[in-house]
């Protein structure tokens, strides 16, 4: 085993070395499990491209908690990260073990040589490009439990061509929606275009995640420039034409046993779809969402995910809320960013209940939210000031400003809690604004 990716072992460690079959099955049913939390973006994931604020700022805060999580329910947590990390001192990860990996190791070969050591895994990474399939590949080869979605699962909801034609059979309120080629030539997709919609309207990449390769497309001179984005940022061969629904944007999350689901939470989301010469974004959002609208939500995508044989444990879903319709946009087969804000307002610890719904076959009974939580990335300036570095302890802080060679501004991930709605944006405010006397100097 190389240097680089053997244990960083603390004083307190519990290690076995050897896990029969028959350890690891009274383990699984019993107590301390060892859980390998694995996070794409900050594990490994950009060892052959350079490191960027913008990729590892939610993706470390997701990690960051879910690890928390983890080890408050008794768990004894391992994880794997990109070395380049943790020489950038942006190490805030709190797992009992941590797996370097450096830029010219590979992955499988990290899980492989370490597989005795994880009774159960769950895995943070874009379906987009089939990586979390892939991942999920090398853990079951490896023999150990995955907490996610079945792998199928992931195949059914991850190509969005599929995805719709679904929600049609089974009348489900989506988008109209007409799929592409990207070798399909522009006069056809015109023509197409002019006899099924009306301009404004959306165009987004068959595989992606989160909103890599969308844009809002306002007239057919934007077209051209439209595909190409989804060719630039994706590796998708089919994109859709769909029309743009004005409304609110909102997800729900549900936990599955995969045969029974319960939705627990709806949170609105902070999106911002730009035209094809900008960068689509997702910013955060707020938790619980109310609205008259919730029941009918909950509902649905409870229905749907019953029906999606392979989901379970958490599962995200997209929607849009207008003033009459409830349409359903995307599923997210994983751990959502809506998690950050979710797990300080709920009374369950989720961690433990996408462990339950994966090996014990049940959902919670009850659920209960207490406050709200608005959580967002914000950018900063370039730190003329380390001072910043003090407030990692600050709960609300979840990703402190991360800023790598390359990036014009550094990012931060706040996530908060209060009462009211009122006083959960005041109190954001005060961190956001405290962060930034910080980083200036107080300048």
Do not use: W
């Not at 003033?323 to 751990?335: A, D, Q, W």
């Amino acid at each position: 085993m190389s240097k680089q990716s053997s244990f960083i072992f603390e004083q307190n460690q519990i290690h076995r070395d050897s896990k029969t079959e028959q350890d690891k099955a009274t383990t699984l049913g019993l107590f301390q499990l060892r859980i390998l939390i694995y996070e794409y973006f900050s594990g490994g994931g950009l060892t052959n491209n350079s490191l960027a604020s913008s990729m590892l700022c939610e993706g470390l805060g997701m990690l960051k908690t879910l690890i928390s999580d983890f080890k408050a329910a008794g768990h004894f947590i391992i994880t794997i990260l990109d070395s380049r990390i943790i020489n950038s001192n942006f190490s805030l990860i709190n797992a009992d073990k941590i797996i370097l990996i450096s830029p010219l190791e590979k992955l499988q070969n990290v899980i492989s040589e370490n597989s005795r050591y994880f009774d159960a895994a769950y895995v943070i990474a874009p379906e987009s490009n089939g990586t979390l399939q892939t991942i999920l590949k090398i853990i079951q080869n490896s023999g150990i439990t995955s907490l996610n979605c079945s792998i199928n699962g992931i195949n059914k909801v991850s190509n969005k061509i599929i995805l719709y034609n679904f929600f049609k059979k089974n009348e489900v309120k989506s988008p109209k929606s007409i799929n592409f080629n990207l070798l399909d030539s522009l006069s056809d997709i015109k023509n197409k275009i002019h006899k099924n919609f009306s301009f404004p309207l959306i165009i987004k990449p068959a595989k992606g995640t989160s909103c890599e390769g969308i844009s809002i497309v306002r007239n057919e001179k934007n077209l051209k420039a439209a595909i190409l984005k989804i060719r630039k940022q994706t590796s998708s061969e089919d994109f859709l034409v769909q029309e743009l629904i004005e409304g609110m944007n909102v997800s729900v999350s549900l936990l599955s046993s995969g045969n029974k689901a319960m939705a627990i939470s709806l949170n609105r989301q902070d999106l911002i779809i730009e035209e094809p010469d900008k960068m689509s974004e997702y910013k955060g959002g707020f938790v619980p969402f109310d609205t008259p609208f919730k029941n009918k939500s909950f509902r649905i995508t409870e229905k749907i995910v019953e029906l999606i044989k392979g989901l379970r444990g958490y599962v995200g879903i997209d929607l849009i809320f207008t003033n009459k319709e409830v349409f359903l946009m995307e599923i997210n087969p994983r751990l959502t960013t809506s998690y950050i804000g979710l797990r300080r307002v709920i009374n369950i610890n989720i961690a433990q209940a996408i462990l339950d719904c994966c090996i014990e076959k049940k959902i919670p009974i009850k659920i209960k939210n207490s406050g709200y939580s608005y959580f967002s990335k914000i950018k900063f300036p370039i730190p003329i000031s380390q001072s910043f570095g003090n407030n990692i302890l600050i709960e609300e802080i979840i990703t402190p400003p991360l800023l790598f060679p390359g990036d014009k501004a550094s990012l931060a991930l706040i996530a908060v809690k209060a009462k009211t709605k009122n006083k959960t944006y005041m109190k954001f405010e005060k961190i956001k604004k405290k962060l930034l006397m910080d980083i200036t100097g107080g300048k």
